[in-house]
Each structure stands twice: as structure tokens, then as C-alpha cells.
């Protein structure tokens, strides 16, 4: 097919590609979601639902990559790890910012309904996110990427349940501020404890440390092994936990133990895995059937 006359607008194409052999770190952010999860009347300082959410489009940027090690979500954000080697679209920064992000946002928006049908929330509007990928030339450096990330959730989880205690105790938003102005940790912590009866350390773990997610083999309660995205809520700051799942780090890690899901079964993101999976094989099933009928009907 001969070129078109004004196909030397093509030249003006510029494509960065991002460096080998580094780590690269594709982080989602909710864009005006202060607003978004006003008019979705989301619960504050937590909504369970809406972190799961999070987590089901997070699922499902994890099932279309192979080449991302973890994803952890926090909040409105969520960051995916691309392996060292991963060459994934010629690891083309837009090409590879750009899907991720249209991705997130579909999941997002596909499983809305699945989230927010028991309590009738329709969405009045669509959530957007961007996304930047960020490298990281060192194991170390990543390491501390995502120590930096779990921090930001204890820091900010801890402030919020406070400030919205302090609320819903009758001060308003600016009072609340101030009282909490300067204050440090401990502060905070006797704040919870002395005039709300709560112990932070027992504030729902998802709440405190994030999600994070790992394709890892299982057994499920009924016995039978698969392949899954797991959802798991651990320090990650600690060496313990990089001793645990090896594989993170390094691929070839052998990794042959199965992963016990325990009460995380119930997790929504497992759950919708599971039901996927036999809906699959009840279709697979029922063509098989077919087929086996056709067989008789010729013979």
C-alpha cells in the first residue's frame, strides 16, 4: 500500500524507553477522589468496600501482566512493580503509564456494582486516576519504595481515625485540626485510647498496613490447587517478609510451597477469582458435552 502524503507527520513521534535492568514502578493515584468519595458517601475514615475495590482493579492489573513481582494499595493509590527484566511493550514509558492507567480505571468501574450493589450506591460519575512509572536501580531502593509507601498508610491511618473520632465526638473539622496540630504518635494514640476506648493496634490490619498483592499456587478449602492474585496483609517494612516470599525479589526463587489462604478466602478479590474459575470450567464442561452429543449423533 503506497504512504500517504502526510504520513511524515509520524516523525514528530517521540518515544522514550524506559532503562534496562531496573525495577520499574507503575503507581496509580485517584485524581479529585476527596470530592469523589464525598458524593459516593464513602465511609471516613475507612470504607472497607471501597478498598476492596481498589483492590479488585489492582487483581486485575496483576492477571494481565506476568512480569509484575507485587502490587500495593493503599487508599486511592495503588503501585505495581515491573520486573528487572520485564519487557513489557519495549518498556515504552507511555505505552506502559497509558494501559495500566486505562485499566485500573475500566477494573475499577467493572466491578463497581459487584462492591456497592448491597448498599445501593450507583456511580454518579466516573473516577479517573493517573499514573507515572518511577525506576529503581536497586533491590534496596525498592525495598524502600514500598517501605516508604506502607509508612504513609500507618501516618495518615493513624491522623484520620483520630481526626474523624474527634468529629464524630462533636468538634468540627477546623477544631479538630487544631487539637491535632503538632502532635505526635503517641499523642494520637492516647487521643484514641482515652476518649474513644480504641487501641489503634487493633484497628483492622487493612486499614493499617495496606494490601499487598502476589500471584502465588493454593489450596482452596474445597482442596483444589490454583494459580491466584492473593491479597495479603503483612509488615512488608520488616526482612521477615522478604524472607518469606523470595520470589518477589527474585524469580527463580523456588517457591514450590503453597500458599495457605487461611480466613483470606473470604477476601472479594479471591472469592471472584474462584467463581471465575468454575464458571469457566462449568462452560468448558458443558461444551464438552456438546461435543460428546454431536460425536453420537454422526455415528
Known amino acids: ?20 535492568n531496573s525495577w520499574i514502578v507503575v503507581r496509580i493515584d485517584g485524581k479529585g477522589f476527596h470530592r469523589f468519595c464525598n458524593v459516593h458517601s464513602f465511609s471516613k475514615p475507612n470504607d472497607l468496600d471501597a478498598l476492596q475495590l481498589m483492590n479488585l482493579a489492582g487483581m486485575t492489573v496483576l492477571q494481565e501482566f506476568n512480569e509484575i513481582a ?3 494499595g493503599q487508599s486511592d ?3 505495581f512493580v515491573f520486573r528487572r527484566e520485564a519487557s513489557v511493550y519495549q518498556r515504552r514509558r507511555d505505552k506502559l503509564v497509558s494501559y495500566v492507567a486505562s485499566l485500573f480505571t475500566s477494573a475499577y468501574m467493572f466491578h463497581w456494582k459487584r462492591i ?8 454518579r460519575y466516573p473516577p479517573s486516576f493517573d499514573a507515572r512509572a518511577v525506576l529503581y536501580p536497586t533491590d534496596e531502593n525498592l525495598r524502600d519504595y514500598l517501605s516508604w509507601r506502607q509508612a504513609d498508610v500507618h501516618v495518615n491511618n493513624l491522623y484520620n481515625t483520630t481526626f474523624w473520632n474527634l468529629v464524630a ?24 485510647f ?4 480504641i487501641n489503634y493496634n487493633n484497628e483492622p490490619i487493612i486499614y493499617r498496613k495496606g494490601t499487598i498483592l502476589l500471584p502465588k499456587s493454593v489450596v482452596s478449602s474445597e482442596g483444589k490447587k490454583q494459580r ?13 517478609f522478604w524472607a518469606k516470599h523470595p520470589e518477589i525479589l527474585d524469580k527463580k526463587a523456588k517457591t514450590d510451597e503453597l500458599y495457605d489462604l487461611g480466613e483470606n478466602e473470604a477476601q472479594p478479590i479471591v472469592r471472584y477469582q474462584l467463581e471465575v474459575q468454575e464458571r469457566r470450567k462449568a462452560g468448558m464442561n458443558k461444551a464438552e458435552t456438546g461435543n460428546r452429543l454431536l460425536a453420537t449423533d454422526h455415528s
Open 1 to 20: 500500500m503506497a504512504l500517504s502524503r502526510f504520513e511524515y507527520v509520524k516523525q514528530f513521534e517521540q518515544e522514550e524507553k524506559l532503562l534496562p
Open 70 to 72: 507485587i502490587g500495593y
Open 77 to 79: 493509590e495503588y503501585s
Open 116 to 123: 456497592f450493589d448491597g448498599r445501593s450506591i450507583a456511580m
Open 169 to 192: 465526638s462533636g468538634l468540627s473539622n477546623s477544631d479538630a485540626e487544631k487539637r491535632l496540630q503538632g502532635t505526635l504518635a503517641s499523642d494520637k494514640n492516647e487521643i484514641l
Open 194 to 197: 482515652s476518649q474513644f476506648g
Open 228 to 240: 491466584l492474585i492473593v491479597p495479603i496483609f503483612e509488615d512488608l517494612i520488616s526482612d521477615a
